[in-house]
C-alpha cells in the first residue's frame, strides 16, 4: 500500500511563509497526479493547487500569486510552498496523490490522501 505523511503546518503571523510537504512511501511505481486541499472550520475542502498527469499546474484564484506547487520526483515528495499568507488561509491542509502502485505483481491505481497539517495564520 501507500502512506502519505505530510508536514510543514504550524501557526504563523500575517504575511509570513510556511512550507508544506507530503512524503508517499510504500510500493509506489509512479505518481500521476497530485493536489494540496485545505478544510476550514465549517467549510467544505477545497482544492489549492494541483499537478495533473500531464504536468499542467493550477491554483485557487485565492492563492495565486502567494503559494507554489512542486514535487520532488526522486523524493515522492509534493511541496506547497506558501508566502504571504493571510488570515483566510487558516485550515487543515491536506496533500491528496494519485499513484501507481504494487499490489502483489500487479501494478495498481489508487487515490490516496495525508493526514492533514494544520496552518493557523494568526497575529
Known amino acids: 500500500q501507500v502512506q502519505l505523511v505530510e508536514s510543514g503546518g504550524g501557526l504563523v503571523q500575517p504575511g509570513g511563509s510556511l512550507r508544506l510537504s507530503c512524503a508517499a512511501s510504500?510500493?509506489?511505481?509512479?505518481?500521476?497526479?497530485m493536489g494540496w486541499y485545505r478544510q476550514a472550520p465549517g467549510k467544505q475542502r477545497e482544492l489549492v493547487a494541483f499537478?495533473?498527469?500531464?504536468?499542467?499546474?493550477n491554483y485557487a484564484d485565492s492563492v495565486k500569486g502567494r503559494f507554489t506547487i512542486s514535487r520532488d520526483n526522486a523524493k515522492n515528495t509534493v511541496y506547497l510552498q506558501m508566502n504571504s499568507l493571510k488570515f483566510e488561509d487558516t485550515a487543515v491542509y491536506y496533500c491528496?496523490?494519485?499513484?501507481?502502485?504494487?499490489?502483489?505483481?500487479?501494478?495498481?491505481?489508487?487515490?490516496?490522501w495525508g493526514q492533514g497539517t494544520q496552518v493557523t495564520v494568526s497575529s
Open positions: 491528496n496523490l494519485d499513484v501507481g502502485f504494487l499490489r502483489g505483481a500487479t501494478i495498481t491505481g489508487g487515490d490516496f
Open positions: 510504500g510500493s509506489i511505481v509512479s505518481i500521476y497526479a
Open positions: 499537478i495533473s498527469r500531464g504536468g499542467s499546474i
